[in-house]
């Protein structure tokens, strides 16, 4: 790899969670910094000639066809998470360092997902999200999590956990990364990222005390939520919790940490809530989003005619004509 990719690499990653580490570093390396690198090498340009003015969308859609040809790859998602990487890259460094870059004016490299598959001759599964919790199930697990003895550091984990992203869409990643300053218990809340806010969050009075009684115990000095001393949570430690739960359900269903999630965000999408700032606090890949949008949708449509009219009157304008 070119010294200036390793540099500019070596930046992306000081900002990466160790889960996002594992998911854009190593995709990148795998893939359009390769493709880059041959072009500069190619053409003899610069790393810095290259990201000012010379790349185009062509290179991003050729490296994702590269990407996806490898053996391993079998199925669509690996080009949302190839694009997903490749946006975020481009966002924390190429576009700061070179404002001028010509790919600076796309919102989002996952306009180029069709563009890849269709150029692509490769045969990918399509990506099918994960079944998600209904509100028969929520309320089964509210009771499930009410149940559990505080006997174990794994079931007083999971009564905090669990309803963190049942509320707000939190990636078990995103919880495991939050530290001890995050948390203020005078006030009731915890601290997120969103860009570059904080934006401090109102915790329900029940989960709160779950999370406060998780910082009482200190397992970790920097760690919100730890399993002991510099040792995250993984989906391992809730697995016989969501295991067991799966057991209890009706007709075979099973949800998953992700399947929480996505009732979250559907919630969201439910209320009106903005899909940008959705994708911000959850961060959800937009094909998960255009899921629980349309699952919002549906959900929506046994009330649409009372929820239209509902908006027009919320219009200024139609108070103006009413009176």
Known sequence: MLKEFEVLIERFSNGLTIGRYNNYVKVLQNSLIPHLERYCITEGITVEELFKKMISASHIIDAGIEYIKRPKVTGEAAVDKYLTATNEFFKAVIFPEWPSCPLSVVGNFQEYRDNILNKSSKSLKSYEPRQHLDEDGYKNLIKYLDGLSDDSLRNRMAKAVIPLILLYGFKLGT?????????????????????????????????????????????????????????????????????????????????????????????????????????????????????????????????????????????????????
């Open 175 to 323: 919880i495991a990364e939050m530290k001890r300053e995050c948390f203020n218990e005078q006030r009731r809340t915890i601290e997120i990222r969103v860009e570059n806010e904080k934006i401090r969050l109102e915790l329900p009075y029940r989960i709160y005390i779950n999370v406060q009684r998780i910082y009482d115990e200190k397992i970790d000095k920097t760690l919100l939520f730890a399993m002991a001393e510099n040792q995250r949570p993984i989906s391992d430690h809730f697995d016989t919790i969501i295991k067991n739960f799966n057991k209890m359900q009706e007709n075979g269903k099973k949800i998953t940490l992700d399947g929480l999630a996505k009732y979250a965000v559907i919630n969201m999408f439910s209320i009106g809530m903005d899909p940008i700032v959705i994708r911000q606090v959850t961060g959800m890949k937009d094909v998960v989003l255009k899921y629980c949008q349309q699952e919002a949708w549906k959900r929506r449509k046994t009330v649409l005619k009372s929820y239209v009219n509902s908006q027009f009157r919320s219009i200024d304008a139609y108070n103006h004509f009413n009176d």
